[in-house]
């Protein structure tokens, strides 16, 4: 007898050397927000430049319906490297539309995203705790566009 999904099935993991883990006291301020398909929505609850230039995306991923919903695996992209690391959020993107440049997820020396992992289903109305991790654009850009496979893009103010 299979055994329903829970949200305990869903076991998100910073991948990676030096991955920074999603923020454990989560903000509720909500900065953007991407719709997806299926009832997922992705609430983008910070954006943190560090020193090192780097720019990481804290949020939440939200079942916004009453049934048990799949994360697809379209999230993590189309790259052979990030595939193979499982279920992510790897297929994000920054896009500096002023720049004219894109700014993808990064990776570690063995090719696991900096980002959010091990995805797999999501409870009614249950949401985890994500992250994404990116080469942080100059400091004279101001605002990007966040993209992931299957979800509305959305504006991003940076600071």
Same mark, same amino acid.
Request: hydrophobic share 35%; charged share 20%.
């Given at each position: 007898?299979?055994?329903?999904?829970?949200?305990?099935?869903?076991?998100?993991?910073?991948? $990676?050397?030096?991955?920074?883990?999603?923020?454990? #006291?989560?903000? #509720?301020?909500?900065?953007?927000? *991407?719709?997806?398909?299926?009832?997922?929505?992705?609430?983008?609850?910070?954006?943190?430049?560090?020193?090192? $230039?780097? *720019?990481?995306?804290?949020?939440?991923?939200?079942?916004?319906?009453?049934?048990?919903?799949?994360?697809?695996?379209?999230?993590?992209?189309?790259?052979?490297?990030?595939?193979?690391?499982?279920?992510?959020?790897?297929?994000?993107?920054?896009?500096?539309?002023? $720049?004219?440049?894109?700014?993808?997820?990064?990776?570690?020396?063995?090719?696991?995203?900096?980002?959010?992992?091990?995805?797999?289903?999501?409870?009614?109305?249950?949401?985890?705790?994500?992250?994404?991790?990116?080469?942080?654009?100059?400091? #004279?850009?101001?605002?990007?566009? *966040?993209?992931?496979? #299957?979800?509305?893009?959305?504006?991003?103010?940076?600071?």
């Amino acid at each position: 007898m299979k055994q329903q999904p829970s949200a305990s099935t869903v076991s998100p993991k910073g991948s $990676g050397q030096g991955a920074k883990p999603a923020p454990s #006291t989560e903000s #509720t301020e909500v900065l953007a927000a *991407l719709k997806g398909p299926e009832g997922l929505e992705l609430a983008i609850n910070s954006v943190e430049r560090d020193a090192g $230039g780097f *720019l990481t995306v804290s949020g939440r991923l939200n079942n916004t319906t009453n049934d048990v919903v799949s994360i697809s695996s379209r999230l993590s992209g189309d790259e052979t490297e990030i595939i193979k690391h499982s279920n992510s959020l790897g297929g994000a993107t920054l896009l500096d539309a002023a $720049g004219k440049k894109r700014y993808y997820v990064l990776r570690d020396t063995d090719g696991r995203p900096l980002t959010t992992t091990d995805l797999d289903s999501l409870a009614p109305h249950k949401g985890i705790p994500v992250f994404m991790q990116f080469p942080a654009p100059p400091a #004279t850009t101001s605002e990007v566009s *966040l993209q992931l496979p #299957t979800f509305t893009p959305a504006t991003i103010k940076l600071s």
